[in-house]
Each structure stands twice: as C-alpha cells, then as structure tokens.
C-alpha cells in the first residue's frame, strides 16, 4: 500500500451530532442486528413457542385422565416458555456481555462518555426487538393450538378468563427475563459468570429454597424474579403464594431494581 | 491537547500510577515510552474516562472527555487490538459507532479506504489477522476525523507497509497541528515518528523532553574509528582513560568519546583514519538506560519489592 496522507491543510471534514439517546440507540440497533448469534437465538427462541404449542396441542386433542392438569389449561401451549427462559436469558446476558468480553465496551464508551445512554439504549433495543416479536408468537401460538384442538374438542378463547394474561403475558415474562439478565450482564461483565447467576437466580434457587431450606425458603423462593413472574402467567394457582397480578408487579420490581443496580456499577465502576 | 495533573490510580494499594503530571502539546507526534507495567495502559484508559483517578484529573483539549458535546470529534482512539466483537463485519462495527454520532456512511467508507481494508470490509473480524485488526481499530479512531489521537502499540502486528502508512498518517496528523500520543515497544519506530518523549516508570514521570534532547542526554554516545593502525591508536586512546572495543579487524569503538578527542588522538600518532563517526546515542539506548533500573525492578519484584518500599 502507499503512503497516505491525510487533508493537507485542516478542514473539517466530519460532522458529529453531539451525544444523545437516540445517536446509542442507533449504534445498539446496528450491534444487535449485524450479529448472527444474536439474531439466531432470538429467532430460535421465537420459533420454539409454536413447534411446542402444535405439539402440546396434538398431545392433548383428546381429554383423558392421565393428562396432568397444566396441559388441559389455557396456558398449556405455551409451555415453549420453558426452553425460552434459557435462550432469551442468555441473549440479554450477552447482549451486554460481548461487549466487555470483545473489549468493545470501550470505543463504545469513548463514543459515550457519560456512559448512562448506552444502558439506556441496549435496554430499548433489547425490548423492542424482543417484546414485538415474542408477544406476536405467544399469543399466535395460543390461537394456532386452540384452532388445533378445537376440531377434536372444545379449547380455549383468548376471552376464556385468564386466557389474554396468559397468552399475552407470557410475551411480556420473557421480554423481563431477558432485561434481567441483561441488567446481571452489565453487573457481572463476564459472559460465563452472567450466564451462570442470571441460570442461578431464576432457576437454581428457586428449587433451593423452596425444597432444601425449610419453610421460610419456600416464601423467599417465591418472590425470586422467575417464581414472581411464573405466577402471573399460570392459570393454576397451586404452588404460587402470590397471585398473578401481584407476581407481575413483584418481577417489575426485580427488574427496575437489577436496572438501578446495572446503571450504578456502569456509572461508577472502571469500564 | 492532553493534559494530565497529579494523576493517581491505585488498585488496592499497589500504585499503577502516581501522581503523573503532563501535556501533550499539539502539532506534536508524542510517545509514551515505558516497561511493561508501567501504567501507560492505565494512563491512557485514565485519559479516556475508562478508568476514574484515584486522584488528579486528566483532560482532552480542556474537559474531561464526558464533558465534551462531541466526543468523536475530540477523540479517537485505540487501545488494545481487535477489542472488537469477532462476529461483526468490519463495516458494520463502523457503522455502530459512527451512528453514535450521526457520522454518515460515506466517511465509514472513507476511513476503510484510508486504512486499506476495502477488500475484507465485509468479512467478520473473527478472521482477521493482528495486523487487520489493528488497521480496523485506527480506522475506528479516525471517525470523527478527531483533533487528538491516542494509539497504545499501533503498529504491533502490522506489516512493513502498515508501519510506513501509519508513519506517514501520525506525521500528517501532527503536521495539522492535531495531537498524536502513541506508546510502542518498537523503538527505532518510535525513533523516527516522535517528536517528543514522555517515558514512565513503576507509575512516575521519568522523563517528558523533545527527542533531541533525551538522545543528546544519555552519555553511552559512541565514536567507530576505522584505521589500518589499529594498535597503536588502541593503545593513544586508553592512555587517555577512554574506553575502547575492537568490533573488526580495523574498526574500533570508543565509548564516551567525540570525534574531535578521537582525530586528535590519531593524528598525535600519525594514524590513518579510514572512518570516524559518531554514532548518537539511540533512543533505545538511551531508554533503556532511563529505564534499567525499572526494569530489575520488575524482573525481581518478589525480593525488591519490600526493599523499594521501606
């Protein structure tokens, strides 16, 4: 290559818009959208809701004594749930993470140096491309395996009470799951210790408390983010002490507080 | 313009970096020389806003970084090779960090050409070699065409060509009258690319002159003197207390002398000189003699270490 030299005399050649919000949330929107991991994982974790909805469905088509109640319930076929609390988890560990592991976090912070915008801009990001389609698909999901089950039997209508929380709701879990372990993500910094508390704390220890600790573990490990939020998308009540609505707002509050937390540590700690 | 007061970073209570005061002027290629561990890693992260002093304050042309509207424009910089996500394409990492600022696609495009690597834009970066990933860092720290640059080891992993491009980009940078602070371990490239010389120690301020002087100061100048009549202007130079080693057949260097003491003694002698020349001191010699005792230092921390603190 030959020598480059740049302008001879010094005109600005560039213009850059001071530091916004919106400026992160651009740059965010390009880092989650140029990544194959991330796009891949989020898509898995879309199509996981209707494979499994089909499936429940099919399973379930005939009522017989030896289903187990949670099958025959409105929220049924949305147990893709289950697979999705990992995937979903682990992309907002790394959606965070990756930046500290790749060392990226540091042309992104000298683009933004008062830092606050880009928690706030990976969290808009991450919401809005999680909630939109998840919600879309649980509750698509829920009208493709009533349809199903409906040509054997009588299934469920979004009217049908608790059916739209459900369906709906169980969009609105995931999207939360994902923003907590985002927000363990900007705590922890490490891809394997992010994964491994956000896996922890959601559900290792719920099982923990409730099954080894004794009876005061069990009132503890209900109100953990995950127990909390699986409460507002049951249908059963049994082996929830709060009740969905309060389990929601209980999960909200787990994540504003992991955000308060995520937010100081990026602010104060060395990047 | 780089200015550092009184900066300190401790971690716990080993002192990375101690009460380090500085500017870096600009028009100026400054190089920041040090042994490993010597916290020019940390000052810089210190000068970025990544790391919070421990007391002291650094800033860019006035502010500290976070206080600037316009961050890009005041500064660009690389740190580490490929601290990038291996996933992303080259273009697309530029495209997210340009988008912070509203910087559009053309100047993206802009700094890929400039730093030559059109032909892999579009590759993953996972797959590029040190040397591409070093380019890409550059071409990240051009984006906002920035009025200070901080480069720690630029040229590490880069071919010859790449060391004369980024040669020649520092020099024109600095010749805009934009500040250029670089660390390197590469010394006969710092040699030719610095004007000026910050060198640090164990976290302190050893030395911050313009080149010239740092090589004029260090005494290990050395005299080569070639001559047919090697003994007998071997033998007039020792008498005269200098230091004399016979590198070939005719060749002799002689350490601390000048050329006038080494012509004179040869013509009292009536010797031949083939050649004399004084060969100033290089920076690397004259770094490592500001640095030596550093350097033991951390070669043997382990024993010295309770010494140099009591």
């Not at chain 1, 991330?38 to 005939?62: K, Q, Y």
């Not at chain 1, 054997?152 to 979004?158: A, D, F, Q």
């Not at chain 2, 601290?83 to 080259?90: C, E, K, L, N, Y």
Request: glycine share 10%.
């Amino acid at each position: 290559m030959t020598e480059v030299t740049m302008t001879p005399t010094r005109t600005k050649q560039v213009t850059a818009d001071p530091v916004s919000l919106r400026g992160a949330v651009r740059a965010e929107w390009i880092k989650f959208v140029t990544l194959r991991s991330t796009v891949a994982v989020l898509g898995a974790a879309v199509i996981v809701l209707p494979l499994v909805a089909v499936i429940v469905a099919h399973n379930t088509r005939h009522l017989s004594p030896t289903l187990d109640l949670n099958d025959v319930v409105a929220s049924a076929p949305l147990q893709g749930y289950y697979l999705d609390q990992l995937l979903i988890g682990a992309l907002g560990v790394l959606f965070v993470t990756s930046e500290y592991s790749s060392g990226m976090i540091r042309a992104t912070l000298t683009a933004v140096p008062k830092r606050l915008p880009v928690l706030w801009a990976k969290l808009a990001v991450f919401v809005t491309v999680t909630a939109i389609p998840l919600v879309t698909m649980t509750v698509a999901s829920f009208l493709l395996a009533e349809a199903y089950i409906n040509r054997y039997r009588t299934g469920y209508s979004l009217a049908d009470p608790g059916a739209a929380r459900v369906a709906i709701g169980t969009g609105i879990y995931l999207v939360l799951l994902g923003v907590i372990g985002g927000m363990i993500g900007w705590i922890v910094r490490s891809t394997p210790g992010g994964l491994v508390t956000y896996l922890g704390v959601i559900l290792v220890l719920p099982g923990i408390l409730g099954n080894v600790v004794g009876h005061w573990g069990k009132y503890v490990a209900e109100v953990l983010p995950g127990q909390a939020g699986a409460a507002f998308i049951s249908i059963v009540p049994e082996g929830y002490s709060l009740r969905p609505w309060p389990g929601l707002f209980v999960m909200i509050l787990w994540a504003g507080l992991l955000t308060a937390a995520a937010a100081y540590s990026l602010h104060r700690r060395d990047a | 313009m780089i200015t550092a007061q009184n900066l300190t970073k401790t971690y716990g209570d080993r002192h990375a970096v101690s009460d380090l005061s500085f500017t870096v002027e600009p028009g100026k290629v400054t190089g920041f020389l040090g042994p490993n561990g010597a916290g020019k890693s940390t000052t810089m992260r210190l000068i970025l806003g990544l790391d919070r002093p421990s007391a002291g304050r650094a800033t860019i042309n006035g502010r500290p970084l976070a206080a600037h509207e316009r961050p890009l424009e005041q500064v660009g910089a690389l740190l580490e090779a490929r601290a990038i996500h291996p996933g992303r394409s080259a273009r697309n990492h530029l495209r997210a960090i340009a988008a912070t600022a509203g910087i559009s696609r053309q100047r993206v495009d802009q700094v890929i050409e400039l730093t030559g690597l059109e032909a892999v834009a579009s590759k993953r970066v996972g797959k590029f070699s040190l040397g591409m990933g070093q380019r890409l860092g550059v071409a990240a720290a051009l984006l906002g065409d920035p009025q200070t640059l901080i480069l720690d080891e630029p040229v590490n992993g880069l071919d010859p060509d790449g060391i004369r491009w980024i040669r020649g980009l520092l020099r024109g940078f600095a010749a805009e009258g934009r500040t250029v602070f670089l660390s390197s371990h590469l010394m006969s490239e710092m040699a030719v690319t610095a004007d000026h010389i910050i060198v640090i120690g164990r976290g302190r301020l050893l030395r911050d002159m313009p080149m010239r002087e740092l090589l004029a100061e260090s005494s290990r100048c050395t005299v080569t003197v070639r001559t047919p009549d090697v003994d007998r202007l071997s033998d007039v130079l020792e008498g005269r207390q200098l230091e004399v080693r016979r590198v070939a057949g005719d060749t002799l260097h002689v350490t601390g002398a000048t050329t006038d003491e080494v012509g004179r003694a040869a013509a009292s002698v009536s010797a031949t000189l083939l050649e004399l020349t004084q060969s100033g001191s290089s920076l690397e010699e004259a770094y490592m003699a500001l640095t030596e005792t550093e350097v033991e230092f951390h070669t043997g921390e382990r024993e010295l270490s309770w010494e140099a603190g009591a």
